[in-house]
């Protein structure tokens, strides 16, 4: 029973663990993915974001000809599902009586809602999303709503979930609910637009919340004067089919004389580098951790075994008295091993999935350290990790076994019978 307990113990510590940091990583995919319509792959002109590119970006937007010729590519494209056009833009926010600088993007709304499947259809904190409103409307990150003298009205708390925020109208006030957005042109020349505001949306993280908005294309390249775009989103139907797909649509696109770069969105120098350093953090604090559980376990089923084995040094010197070999003992013991890291992994799955269940549906939020909003507790079920958990624990039982067992037979037989 000690061997069983401390078995389960590690497991279900290995797993709940693994789960959260699956979870986590999860998370932060789809909500980049879907929830901020950044899809599978992510099409832009080379250079976009060089020196250059940041000094003159409306320089390395892609013309309407090259819009074009990216649509027809990817409407010919089977494996392709959707894709989105999308606009940067940043300038000055003002609703009369203060300003503040803004950053955001404009995108097609027509595809938006497809881009971001049925989970994140709905996803505005408050008001409704853009696809629900009229041609002149923007959300924005619910600290600039605030900064704007925008409020929930009446005052209510929304958390997401993993089903993504619930479906339904929460109303906004706005002491003047029409912002002014200005910006520089291409041609050095102010340019303003008048939208109203009928969302919030979580800007991601606190400081980017603080300055996010999101607005219609039109609009966007109203703001800008151009007609151009500063991106594709383009959604898959195989995720794992990102890498092939990407490499082929960069040959055809750059066959057709554009200098684009097709690339996951991880890999994007700006989109994916929050999700690269959080997933690599996590990955080292994972190792670590499931790296002490393992040294923890062991020792725990290592001293129980030893123990086990040292009580029944008599009865192993009869079993040799009787003519049975040291490898005979040897196969004996590894597979009692076997079998108490199986039942006890057993026992740990069992817990580990009750855990699991309880803990998901508990509802239970936290404040994310560089995220905006609360982030909702909750642990991944990875048939794998309890797979590779059990073999792990077997494993470490059947070596815990053998090293005890050795220490046992070395002595000779009638050591063994005379031990007490």
């Not at 989105?84 to 203060?98: A, C, P, Q």
């Not at 490499?247 to 996951?264: A, F, H, N, Y």
């Not at 670590?288 to 001293?303: D, H, K, R, Y």
């Amino acid at each position: 029973m000690a061997a069983i307990l401390s078995i389960a113990a590690g497991f279900v510590a290995m797993v709940v663990f693994e789960g959260y940091i699956e979870e986590a990583r999860r998370m932060m995919y789809t909500e980049t993915a879907d929830l901020r319509m950044h899809g599978h792959l992510h099409i832009e002109v080379s250079g976009r974001w060089s020196p250059e590119g940041r000094e003159e970006p409306w320089n390395f937007n892609i013309s309407e000809d090259g819009q074009k010729v990216i649509e027809d590519t990817l409407a010919a494209t089977p494996e392709v599902t959707i894709w989105m056009k999308g606009l940067w833009i940043n300038g000055m926010v003002t609703n009369d009586v203060s300003s503040t600088l803004f950053m955001g993007a404009g995108y097609d709304v027509g595809s938006s809602a497809q881009m971001r499947g049925d989970v994140w259809k709905w996803n505005t904190l408050y008001g409704v999303p853009l696809e629900q409103s009229h041609t002149s409307a923007v959300l924005v990150g619910k600290e600039l709503g605030r900064k704007m003298g925008c409020i929930p009205n009446p005052p209510q708390v929304v958390v997401r979930t993993l089903k993504g925020y619930p479906a339904r109208e929460r109303p906004i006030q706005c002491a003047n609910s029409t912002l002014q957005f200005s910006g520089i042109t291409p041609a050095g020349q102010v340019s303003a637009v008048d939208l109203d505001v009928v969302g919030f949306i979580d800007g991601g993280y606190k400081e980017l919340d603080a300055r996010w908005v999101a607005m219609p294309l039109a609009q966007a390249q109203s703001l800008g004067n151009t007609r151009s775009v500063s991106f594709f989103s383009v959604k898959l139907k195989d995720p794992n089919a990102v890498l092939e797909v990407g490499e082929r649509l960069k040959k055809q696109l750059r066959d057709k004389g554009l200098s684009v770069e097709v690339m996951p969105w991880q890999s994007h120098r700006l989109i994916g580098e929050v999700y690269r350093k959080v997933t690599s953090l996590l990955d080292v604090f994972r190792n670590f951790v499931i790296g002490v559980i393992l040294c923890i376990a062991t020792l725990s089923v290592l001293n129980t075994m030893i123990k086990i084995v040292k009580e029944r040094t008599r009865e192993i010197g009869t079993w040799r008295s009787l003519g049975y070999r040291r490898s005979d003992l040897m196969a004996l013991f590894a597979m009692e091993g076997a079998l108490l890291g199986l039942f006890g992994g057993g026992l740990g799955a069992g817990i580990s999935a009750i855990f699991t269940f309880a803990v998901n549906a508990a509802g239970i939020s936290y404040n994310g350290g560089l995220f905006a909003q609360p982030v909702p507790l909750s642990i991944a079920f990875v048939p794998a990790n309890y797979i590779g958990s059990l073999v792990v624990l077997a494993f470490v039982c059947i070596g815990a076994s053998l090293w005890a067992t050795r220490g046992v037979l070395r002595k000779k037989i009638s050591e063994n019978l005379i031990y007490a």
